[in-house]
């Protein structure tokens, strides 16, 4: 959607609600993230509806002014916004299934694919209802502490988030990403994902020095973390090339130099007992690349190569 229609999106709403209708919503699901939620919405004075399919796990929230369900079909009925924090999917589906959701507004902050997301959206659109799709970049410690830095990435109905921005922005913080219902999962896994391959690298290194008395983890992790942030600036020069699509312009260290020191790497772990299976995928995508005429290359290149 171009920027000013998206923005005109934002500003308009077929059914302006009222201050108490935007300070009331329905929440289905108490795990940890879910009455974490429950309970920031209830201290910021949001009249809050819960359901969960265990209902003892409601009790202590009643206790803190929660109106609890006895059914998922109670709470939806109760409010217009219904924000759903279930185990998966097919929770989501199940809870809501013969429950009547026209005018309704659902917010689905359940961890799923892009692909679920948008069936989801198709599915609340055929019955009646609009709806948002949520990532939530954030652990249950984190939800209604500021300086924590969390906040669920959000996509889908732009009237939708609008209308309803203030209520979702009490939690923790908001970033609506675009009108496809996908885009809040696909932000959510391609940051994790790149989350889970730091975390690779660190544990291998830590396997690295885990043996040598003389090297204390507490005493290395400064240096670690300090390497690891200041090669944080591949990031945006990655994405600058993928954009314009020069792999090889002002290259610094090019796949072939980086590949001819793969044995460096594995010769020294194998010297400590440490398995390479962290960083072998890696290795070898690098030299298969540099094999197949590759060479001069970025490692920005092997975002492509990925895609195939």
């Not at 008395?213 to 290395?220: D, Y």
Request: proline fraction near 5%.
């Amino acid at each position: 959607m171009p920027t000013n229609d998206l923005n005109n999106a934002l500003t308009s709403t077929n059914t302006p609600a009222d201050e108490s209708s935007r300070r009331s919503l329905t929440l289905l699901g108490l795990g940890a993230m879910g009455t974490a939620f429950a309970r920031a919405w209830l201290a910021a004075g949001h009249d809050v509806t819960v359901w969960n399919r265990t209902p003892s796990k409601a009790a202590a929230l009643a206790d803190e002014g929660a109106t609890v369900a006895s059914s998922a079909a109670e709470a939806v009925a109760a409010n217009r916004l219904v924000v759903t924090i279930l185990l998966d999917d097919a929770s989501v589906r199940e809870a809501l299934d013969g429950v009547e959701l026209t005018g309704k507004d659902l917010v689905d902050l359940t961890t799923g694919t892009p692909a679920s997301a948008r069936a989801r959206a198709t599915w609340a659109d055929a019955r009646g209802a609009r709806f948002v799709d949520g990532g939530i970049m954030a652990v249950p410690t984190m939800v209604d502490v500021p300086q924590a830095g969390g906040y669920v990435f959000y996509s889908g109905s732009p009237e939708l988030f609008e209308e309803h921005r203030e209520t979702l922005a009490v939690p923790l913080g908001t970033k609506f990403v675009g009108t496809d219902p996908g885009f809040a999962s696909l932000h959510d896994i391609a940051l994790l994902s790149g989350m889970y391959g730091m975390f690779a690298g660190v544990t291998h290194a830590f396997a690295l020095i885990r043996g040598e008395e003389g090297i204390k983890p507490t005493e290395f992790a400064p240096l670690l973390a300090d390497y690891v942030a200041a090669m944080g600036h591949v990031i945006p020069a990655t994405a600058a090339r993928l954009e314009s699509g020069d792999y090889t312009t002002g290259v610094v260290s090019n796949l072939a130099m980086q590949a001819a020191g793969v044995p460096t790497f594995t010769g020294t772990a194998e010297q400590y007992g440490v398995s390479t299976e962290l960083l072998a995928p890696f290795f070898a995508l690098m030299q298969r690349h540099a094999a197949e005429g590759g060479g001069g290359a970025d490692t920005a290149a092997l975002v492509d190569v990925l895609r195939g």
